[in-house]
């Protein structure tokens, strides 16, 4: 099975932007979490999206949106882009909430 | 108090040793626990999964989960200079993964 797949890979943005990052999950998982990655702060669960709907979120403001495609793939938009927004996005896709999830390698989203 | 625990480390073992790396939880509800591996520059890779108290044996690798302690170990054994990664435990409470910060191992050839 094809694993997952994250577009773009890296990203260069200006403060105020906006960004789109994309995902695709494992054929057949339904389930697609996304998390923030930084030196500092580790990794920091964004959402969890599951048939379409948002099942989970953690403690980002409202500027961290998402959504999930009836064919499971996901987004996440980061709107009004700050320094502190630089870091690794991961997404991570399980074939249920709160089973194995597995990684994509990530989009490098870096703000300046 | 953080959900997961882990000792960032560095730790160092020589090659063909027993690396052990420790997690503590303070959710009593948590239900299931991973193990994950990450390179640096790449994302995480799933290495171990447990649910029930006990051990867990893949390989080189052993996941010992002990609910009553809140605790979640891994062994590796036979360290090899491969093996020299962020090592991340993740816990599931609620639904939700939690992750710790990670414990960095270096093998030493």
Redesign the interface.
């Known amino acids: 099975k094809a694993g997952v797949t994250q577009t773009p890979r890296y990203l260069i943005k200006t403060r105020g932007q906006q960004v789109t990052l994309s995902c695709s999950p494992i054929s057949g998982h339904r389930s697609v979490s996304w998390y923030q990655q930084t030196p500092g702060q580790g990794l920091q669960f964004l959402f969890e999206y599951f048939s379409e709907t948002q099942r989970n979120k953690g403690n980002f403001p409202g500027r961290f949106s998402g959504r999930q495609f009836s064919n499971s793939r996901s987004e996440m938009n980061v709107s009004t882009l700050e320094l502190g927004d630089s870091a690794l996005y991961l997404c991570a896709s399980s074939s249920m909430t709160a089973y194995e999830q597995y990684f994509g390698p990530g989009t490098r989203l870096t703000v300046t | 108090q953080k959900e997961v625990e882990q000792n960032s480390g560095p730790l160092s073992v020589p090659e063909g040793a027993i690396a052990s790396l420790n997690c503590t939880y303070s959710d009593r509800g948590s ?2 626990f ?1 193990w ?1 591996r990450q390179y640096s520059g ?5 290495i171990m ?1 447990i649910y029930s108290n006990g051990d867990k044996e893949d390989g080189r690798f052993t996941a010992q989960l002990n609910k009553a302690s809140q605790y979640v170990s891994l062994l590796i054994r036979d360290s090899q200079p491969s093996d020299s990664a962020t090592y ?1 435990c ?1 816990v ?1 409470t609620g ?8 414990t960095s191992l270096t093998v030493i050839p």
């Open positions: 239900q299931s991973f994950y790449k994302s995480p890779e799933l999964s991340l993740a599931v639904n939700q993964f939690y992750f710790g910060t990670g």
